[in-house]
């Protein structure tokens, strides 16, 4: 890996920007779907899955848990 | 067969209030941000992409580690109301079926309209058949695995050679250093949305 990085893109900051927001925002906006006509809701579907399923739940936990880390944390040289 | 998950729909109690109400201006922010962001964000011509250091990295992870219990909590408060008025659906339809005299296949009926927790379970077990939902779920479950499949192969090869490429990495550093209150609050509203998904209270007749 090198030091120099090119340029910034604005552009790109933004993107990822946006998709963040957006997934959060497609999850919500269900999720109050699903509130406003007591169907059951987002968690309690997947939690249901994730019975099936542990370690598939276990490894999705995983990879959005190493991403902040990744990205946020970082180790006192 | 119609609207085979709804519950006990008119039945209104406070947390089912507060919850639609929760989830209503949860959205309504969040779409707002997606407006922010795409007329009114304003990157900085320079920024750092190096690993946040010190307080700001500290807490923007407090904050996600924060969100992701919060987002568990939240569940644990909304969930028995919840679970309680689809219980007593369920019992009402129970106490119908037999009078009834329902045969096999409208048992079977029966079943996938009654409460959406137990039609789930019977679903999962394989006690109620229904290919196209499967389907449905299996696909979105693929795209959305291939799409992060996508999105780390971009990621190990900008990094491979990050002076041709910015690695997402740098994007996100980029952002939290310049808006390390904004990457905070996205990061505790993830973390949130995560705690709330795949930490979901236990069913409590387990």
């Given at each position: 890996?090198?030091?120099?990085a090119?340029?910034?893109?604005?552009?790109?900051?933004?993107l990822?920007?946006?998709?963040?927001l957006a997934i959060?925002?497609s999850?919500a906006?269900?999720?109050?779907?699903?509130?406003?006509?007591?169907r059951?809701?987002l968690?309690?579907?997947?939690?249901?899955?994730?019975?099936?399923?542990p370690g598939f739940?276990?490894?999705?936990?995983?990879v959005?848990?190493?991403?902040?880390g990744?990205?946020?944390?970082s180790i006192?040289? | 067969?119609?609207?085979?998950?709804?519950?006990?729909?008119?039945?209104w109690?406070?947390?089912?209030?507060?919850r639609?109400?929760?989830?209503?201006?949860?959205s309504?922010?969040l779409?707002?941000?997606?407006g922010?962001a795409?007329?009114?964000l304003r990157?900085p011509?320079?920024?750092?992409y190096s690993?946040?250091?010190?307080f700001?990295?500290?807490?923007?992870?407090?904050?996600?580690v924060a969100g992701f219990i919060?987002g568990?909590?939240l569940?644990r408060?909304?969930e028995?109301?919840?679970?309680?008025?689809?219980?007593?659906?369920f019992?009402?339809?129970?106490t119908?079926?037999?009078?009834a005299?329902?045969?096999?296949?409208?048992?079977?009926a029966?079943?996938?309209?009654?409460d959406?927790?137990?039609?789930?379970?019977?679903?999962?077990?394989?006690q109620?058949?229904?290919?196209?939902?499967?389907?449905?779920?299996?696909?979105t479950?693929v795209?959305?695995?291939?799409?992060?499949?996508l999105?780390?192969v971009?990621?190990t090869?900008?990094?491979?050679?990050?002076?041709?490429?910015?690695p997402?990495?740098?994007?996100?550093?980029?952002?939290?250093?310049s808006?390390p209150?904004a990457?905070?609050?996205?990061?505790?509203?993830?973390c949130?949305?995560?705690?709330?998904?795949?930490?979901y209270?236990?069913?409590?007749?387990?």
């Amino acid at each position: 890996m090198t030091d120099q990085a090119p340029p910034i893109n604005p552009i790109a900051v933004q993107l990822v920007c946006i998709v963040v927001l957006a997934i959060l925002a497609s999850a919500a906006v269900l999720d109050f779907y699903l509130a406003l006509t007591d169907r059951p809701p987002l968690g309690l579907r997947i939690r249901t899955w994730g019975r099936r399923y542990p370690g598939f739940l276990a490894a999705v936990a995983l990879v959005f848990g190493a991403m902040v880390g990744h990205f946020f944390l970082s180790i006192p040289e | 067969m119609g609207s085979s998950l709804a519950t006990s729909g008119p039945d209104w109690d406070s947390s089912r209030i507060a919850r639609v109400a929760a989830l209503g201006v949860a959205s309504l922010l969040l779409i707002g941000l997606i407006g922010w962001a795409l007329f009114a964000l304003r990157v900085p011509a320079t920024c750092s992409y190096s690993a946040l250091q010190g307080f700001t990295s500290f807490w923007i992870v407090s904050a996600a580690v924060a969100g992701f219990i919060g987002g568990h909590l939240l569940g644990r408060w909304f969930e028995p109301a919840r679970e309680q008025r689809a219980f007593a659906a369920f019992a009402a339809r129970a106490t119908l079926a037999p009078d009834a005299g329902a045969s096999e296949a409208e048992t079977l009926a029966w079943q996938t309209g009654g409460d959406a927790t137990l039609q789930q379970e019977l679903f999962f077990t394989g006690q109620v058949r229904q290919p196209r939902r499967a389907l449905v779920v299996q696909a979105t479950v693929v795209v959305l695995l291939a799409l992060v499949t996508l999105l780390l192969v971009y990621e190990t090869i900008a990094l491979s050679a990050t002076n041709l490429n910015w690695p997402i990495t740098y994007y996100v550093r980029c952002f939290a250093s310049s808006k390390p209150l904004a990457a905070g609050i996205g990061a505790a509203a993830f973390c949130f949305l995560l705690g709330h998904l795949i930490w979901y209270p236990e069913d409590r007749r387990d």
